[in-house]
């Protein structure tokens, strides 16, 4: 540790952690995507590989008996994933077929009569033991059951809850859960219908049964003659708070749904979108007669607070819609008032007026369609658009405009394509460049006739881990074949990139899964190295508080330093608590995340002593005074984090120890 005296200590940490949240701007400034928007959308196309947006990572074919079960399957009965347990389904009469896709094995769960909708939803809290995380809702054409899902040190076991209720008629063919656990469904009567399950049977009413929540438009039909407009699906925001409803003719429900558990209230329903949409666009040729929405999707808060759902049309426009009409739209789970369009963005020119999508997936500024998907039986196309990161990662230059800008790619995948999810990894806001390389990128799953193809988000570090493996050894001859990525990119962001890989040199994942990153070998940590002595000598962009600009190596570290720490940097490490009897102090930051950050502090600061020729400074500057600092505040987040450390490890040793002695006695 750096030897200083503790009045300069303290001024060295107080001026660095300064340095830190100046450079820290350049993530501060990333916009919420709404204010991004312009009147026409661009598009970057024709990427080589080393900088496409999306990339199939993996096909997985599936074996021959297998195949033998899935010629069986017929494309209108349910199916899709599993993805918590590594799971894809689908659906032969009464067979649910659980496809393990990791293992390529398959396991089959029976019902008595035809599975009609099969949905994976979270658990009401305190129904289930905690062991349970997921629940699997199968309905038949005669019963609707809730199956507990555990996977355990002895493998996947599905609970028996004893909670089932009757059909009563009518096929559930969409299911869907809420964040606080509750089950609504779709059914063939057209009606939306929830789902009540709770821990004891009571003197009225049983463990599970369902409730009508809506009068279905094929009995007004019948009734009153009106033309049928079917619900053809449901979506539910990340809080569970607002279940939105699509219709066959594109209308669209909006349904609040509060935080009691029982509420169901609609807000409003909008009749008019592609006419709305239309407006918008007068001169588009994307908006016809024909056009349909075909899917909605809810947003989240990191996304933009501006807009909360999304609908892609027919061929492939998106529509951004609030659920508010006024300022009120910034208090993100506010109780709808309206649906208003926010704006209407087209696709890409690969994507023609005739041409039709299915299988559409929208998350984080993320869009997936399948394009044309009856063009072929063996063989499909997914069109995937996203933020290019180039533009909005870059804001603090002097001529920076904040427009979405999307990267487009088309894939080929073999087979029929049959359903597309994202894979639960956690890590998925738009900002990528504040990701560790070791943290798992964003992964799509694709069930196709064939297997499943494992899709991949290229994050700005995964694309310089591709450009210094291919240099390897040689990069220090092919340094032209690196400067347009930090052009592209910036060279702030690409030197903290650098600085990225290095401290993630030889990490191995804690789980070797088809989601995690290759290791990063020497020589793509020594490649990077070299790629940082050039362009490190670059002057960065940003000043400091006294209006001086540093090298890019320097504020390249600060920013580093800042995007290892930032979730930990304005946290105290504890917090109190008051109980019943006392007031009890307890960890406000989890231990894991401590020693993550512990683990980058010292790979920064190995990295640093390993090679003192690109990190020193052989003169007197205030460049050379606040890298300095900012050793200093390695090794004091360094120090307090190994204290707090053995501070607990101390006190489980105790707790142990009064432990072993009371069940001695």
Not at 65 to 82: A, V
Not at 241 to 256: D, E, F, H, R, W
Not at 261 to 280: E, L, P
Not at 470 to 487: A, C, V
Request: hydrophobic fraction near 40%; charge should be neutral.
């Amino acid at each position: 540790m750096t030897t200083v005296e503790p009045e300069k200590q303290l001024k060295a940490i107080n001026d660095a952690s300064v340095t830190l949240e100046s450079k820290a701007v350049v993530d501060r400034k990333f916009p919420d995507l709404y204010k991004t928007f312009t009147e026409h959308a661009k598009y970057n196309g024709n990427a080589s590989r080393d900088y496409k947006n999306v990339i199939v990572k993996k096909s997985i074919p599936i074996s021959t008996p297998i195949m033998s079960e899935m010629q069986q399957f017929d494309p209108k009965s349910p199916c899709g994933f599993l993805p918590h347990i590594n799971r894809a389904y689908f659906v032969i009469k009464n067979r649910l077929c659980l496809l393990d896709y990791i293992n390529r094995d398959i396991a089959h769960l029976e019902e008595e009569h035809d599975i009609v909708g099969v949905g994976v939803v979270a658990p009401k809290p305190g129904v289930f033991v905690s062991s349970v995380k997921q629940l699997l809702v199968i309905a038949t054409t005669t019963v609707i059951k809730i199956l507990g899902i555990a996977d355990g040190p002895d493998g996947l076991k599905f609970v028996n809850s004893t909670m089932a209720t009757l059909a009563g008629g009518v096929y559930m063919h969409q299911i869907v859960g809420t964040s606080q656990g509750r089950i609504f469904m779709l059914g063939s009567d057209d009606n939306v219908w929830e789902l009540n399950y709770k821990e004891k049977e009571s003197w009225f009413s049983g463990k599970c049964s369902k409730k009508l929540q809506t009068s279905g438009s094929s009995l007004l039909h019948i009734l009153f003659g009106k033309p049928s407009d079917r619900i053809v699906q449901l979506a539910v925001n990340e809080s569970g708070t607002i279940l939105y409803q699509l219709t066959q003719q594109s209308s669209i429900y909006v349904v609040y749904l509060g935080t009691d558990g029982f509420t169901y209230k609609t807000a409003c329903k909008k009749h008019d979108c592609i006419a709305d949409a239309k407006i918008s666009q007068p001169s588009s040729n994307y908006f016809t007669p024909e056009t349909r929405i075909v899917s909605i999707h809810t947003t989240t808060k990191t996304e933009s607070l501006f807009y909360h759902l999304v609908a892609i049309t027919s061929n492939g426009s998106r529509i951004y819609y609030s659920n508010q009409k006024s300022a009120q739209q910034m208090n993100y789970d506010a109780e709808p008032t309206a649906l208003i369009t926010m704006h209407v963005r087209a696709p890409a020119n690969s994507v023609e007026p005739k041409d039709t999508v299915g299988h559409s997936l929208y998350r984080n500024g993320l869009t997936l369609f399948v394009k044309n998907p009856d063009a072929s039986p063996t063989q499909s196309q997914i069109v995937a658009y996203s933020p290019s990161l180039a533009n909005l990662g870059n804001l603090i230059l002097a001529n920076a405009f904040a427009q979405l800008i999307e990267d487009s790619m088309t894939l080929d995948v073999h087979g029929k394509v049959l359903s597309v999810v994202e894979a639960p990894n956690g890590y998925d806001d738009i900002n990528e460049f504040k990701y560790a390389y070791h943290t798992p990128a964003r992964h799509f799953l694709v069930l196709t006739t064939s297997g499943v193809t494992v899709l991949a988000k290229q994050r700005p570090v995964d694309m310089l881990h591709n450009l210094l493996q291919k240099t390897g050894l040689d990069t220090r001859h092919r340094l032209r074949e690196i400067e347009p990525f930090f052009n592209q990119f910036g060279y702030l962001n690409g030197c903290s990139l650098c600085l990225n890989l290095i401290c993630s040199a030889n990490v191995v994942p804690a789980t070797d899964s088809v989601y995690s990153n290759s290791i990063v070998t020497k020589i793509v940590s020594d490649a990077a190295l070299v790629a940082l002595r050039k362009f490190g000598q670059v002057t960065s962009p940003l000043a400091d508080v006294n209006r001086r600009s540093y090298s890019s190596l320097h504020d390249g570290l600060a920013l580093f330093i800042y995007r290892s720490v930032q979730d930990i940097w304005d946290r105290h490490l504890a917090k109190e608590t008051a109980t019943s009897t006392d007031v009890v102090c307890l960890d406000n930051i989890a231990t894991q995340q401590l020693k993550s950050v512990l683990n980058i502090m010292t790979s920064v600061k190995k990295a640093i002593d390993q090679h003192p020729e690109l990190f020193s400074f052989t003169f007197e500057s205030p460049e050379t005074t606040s890298y300095q600092n900012l050793l200093i505040l390695i090794d004091h987040i360094s120090d307090v984090i190994l204290k707090k450390l053995s501070i607990d490890y101390a006190a489980y040793i105790n707790s142990k120890v009064l432990s072993e002695q009371a069940s001695a006695k």
